[in-house]
């Protein structure tokens, strides 16, 4: 359900009373037949109180054509509300007060549609600072708001001098996934004038790093060492996670650094003992050493797991060079059920048929 439909459905909490031509509030006047709009809720205590009917507050009306401007941008009498709200002193005050009432109700979606309401009458900076701060929340925990938060952003983005939208760009490219995409938006934040607060610091930090990390992990096949320069300085930063450490391997691998690749393997297991790329590479390296026996234990637990023809390739190799004919013919059986058309299988049957 797209976000308009589901604040259109919120309209079914609004009840709505005919005013007569002509009628008056305050000094405005009805030059149509018009449905003004209350909260039914509201109503529903009044009634239930035994309060009469016929004199509801002005503010409630207030509330209500605030809440339909939020919720239905193309309501037949929106620009009679509009009117008639500034014909209404104070009216601003009060529903910024309704709105804060409500956030500290944790009713975030009606505030945020009466938020959503006060941008049509008023698009300052501080009404736009309210709305992306509520949108944003209501996004992290209803993701059906991502498209309204985006075109919020957008919007404010035509606001002069106005910064924020591209804090909350940021934020959402880095939920996304999309941490390029999120340091160029905190950057644009910032070098348009944005306060650097602790919170903007930190996210730019954070996001400086991973672009860094996926950098790093990206070079370790084509430029190792370089790699290396860039992912053992985030050990600091990043040494909880045994992610790294099998990157680092795997470049020291490449340089055939095997005794450096298998410490950090090692450092990985100790954080995940079930990640099984880092078991393999284990395998892989200690094969590279000449443990055999060692490289052969690794190999197979990786094996059950994954029922690679790689890694049983791998296993292959290493019961040849212990010699050991019998494991080396029975799991060439098994490699040939995988796929016995693969290049290194028929290559490792060739060499065990001449044997």
């Known amino acids: 359900m797209s976000i308009e439909s589901y604040l259109l459905e919120k309209l079914s909490k609004v009840l709505f009373l005919e005013i007569k031509k002509e009628s008056k509030i305050n000094d405005f006047k009805f030059v149509e037949n018009t449905f003004l709009p209350v909260r039914g809720d509201e109503i529903v205590d009044k009634a239930k109180a035994g309060e009469n009917l016929e004199h509801i507050p002005v503010n409630m009306f207030i509330e209500g054509m605030f809440y339909?401007?939020?919720?239905?941008?193309?309501?037949?009498?929106?620009?009679?509300?509009k009117k008639l709200i500034q014909h209404v002193p104070n009216s601003d005050r009060f529903i910024k007060g309704i709105i804060f009432k409500y956030i500290k109700e944790e009713k975030y979606e009606d505030a945020y549609i009466l938020l959503r309401g006060l941008l049509?009458?008023?698009?300052?900076?501080?009404?736009?600072d309210k709305a992306l701060l509520l949108v944003d929340a209501l996004r992290n925990k209803n993701n059906n708001f991502k498209d309204e938060e985006l075109n919020l952003i957008q919007r404010g983005k035509g606001i002069s001098n106005y910064t924020k939208p591209y804090y909350y760009e940021a934020l959402i490219k880095r939920?996304?996934?999309d941490f390029q995409g999120a340091l160029y938006a905190v950057n644009q934040y910032i070098s348009l004038g944005g306060q650097v607060t602790e919170e903007v610091s930190e996210l730019k930090t954070s996001l400086n790093t991973i672009t860094e990390y996926d950098k790093g992990k990206e070079m370790v096949y084509e430029a190792p060492k370089e790699a290396l320069k860039i992912l053992?300085?985030?050990?600091?930063?990043?040494?909880d996670s045994a992610e790294i450490y099998y990157f680092i391997a795997v470049a020291y691998r490449v340089?055939?650094?095997f005794?450096?690749?298998?410490?950090?393997?090692?450092?990985?297991?100790?954080?995940?003992?079930?990640?099984i790329e880092v078991v393999n590479e284990l395998g892989i390296n200690h094969a590279c050493l000449g443990n055999y026996d060692f490289a052969i234990q690794y190999f197979r637990k990786a094996f059950e797991v994954t029922k690679s023809i790689e890694i049983c390739t791998n296993l292959i190799m290493c019961y040849i060079n212990i010699n050991d004919k019998t494991q080396a013919k029975l799991h060439l059986e098994i490699a040939k059920k995988l796929d016995s058309k693969d290049e290194i299988v028929l290559e490792l049957e060739e060499i065990l048929s001449k044997s």
């Open 259 to 275: 005794e450096k690749a298998v410490y950090y393997l090692n450092e990985a297991l100790a954080i995940s003992s079930d990640y």
């Open 120 to 128: 049509e009458m008023d698009e300052s900076k501080e009404v736009f």
């Open 232 to 239: 053992l300085p985030l050990v600091d930063t990043l040494g």
């Open 255 to 257: 340089l055939e650094n």
């Open 68 to 81: 339909v401007l939020g919720a239905d941008k193309e309501f037949k009498f929106n620009e009679t509300y």
């Open 175 to 177: 939920d996304d996934k």
